[in-house]
């Protein structure tokens, strides 16, 4: 087997991992890009935003990466990407199992329509819950937070399960814009990551993938606060206010942190107000993560600053997240004052 292709137009031959002619700058892959651009037409016209965007997807690794078609097919992918995110898959359309009763799943769906969302959604909290590495790194990560007493034991799940519902927002996010992910990995001490097989390329998308996190992780914080008051522990209580200053710290745009990723959305002015919300309601609320989070984003005002026009979408979700996160960090002391 020879590991060389040979060009069809010039007849020179090159190593197998170059997808053009360095001679004449023929495309390689000419004839499957052609296909994939043709069925990701038909499939956009159809309103299968996620099937066009795989075809657009698969035709990355085939073009030269500083190719005008390449330029192009980005550009084409960003435009997409927002439609993807819009396409109501829970939602809209009646899950197979139900249309199949019929006229009965009709009706269903259309009272009930929100609570199979929510149990549907329910599937995707055990994804990959199952998985060995997931469950192992889990244990680890419990037995470290846990100081082996009975209180400490459930400290710690209920601390990893907010963690993994964080996660499963991520997850979520990644597969509404139809990009593979991994299962969750727990680190030890710190917390946990998944891995999606790339980042969205639009500013609207990467900012839903980024935040949809803390959004999860802030709303297991609200249900962890309302079982403390209803089951009366205290210790519930310390945890919802413990999840608030997890996800405020996610906020912190530095290294792979949500808010880094989403900083990347916004423009230099949001980032500007988020700065200012994060410090003052910081100070109000006492905490610490949100202060450091102010703080961060007052710096990335200047140091490695956003270009882009800034993201609306993403600018208001950030917003509401630190409004939400020390809401419920406000509660919780409330709460515990109370005691
Ligand atoms: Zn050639
Ligand atoms: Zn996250």
Redesign the pocket.
Known sequence: MTQTHT?E??G?TAPMQLVA?P??H?LFHAATLTTLSSEADALQKHGDVLGALERLRSMEPLLPPTSNQAVQLHARITALEPHAGKQPRAAGRVPKWLAGLGAFGLALWKFAGPLLVLLSKGKLLLFGLLKLPTLLSFFVSAALWSDGGTRGIGLALVILASIYVHEMGHTWAFRRYGIAVSAPMFVPGFGAFVRGAHYPKSAQAAGDVALSGPVWGGVSGVLTLALGVVLNQAWLVGAALFIAEVNLFNLFPVWQLDGSRATQCLSKRQVLVLAAVGLVGGALAGSPMSLLAGAGLLARRWVRPPSGQGDRRTFIVFLLLFAGLLSLRLGSQLVMSFR
Request: with cysteine.
């Open positions: 060009c137009r010039c020179s002619c001679r004449c023929g």
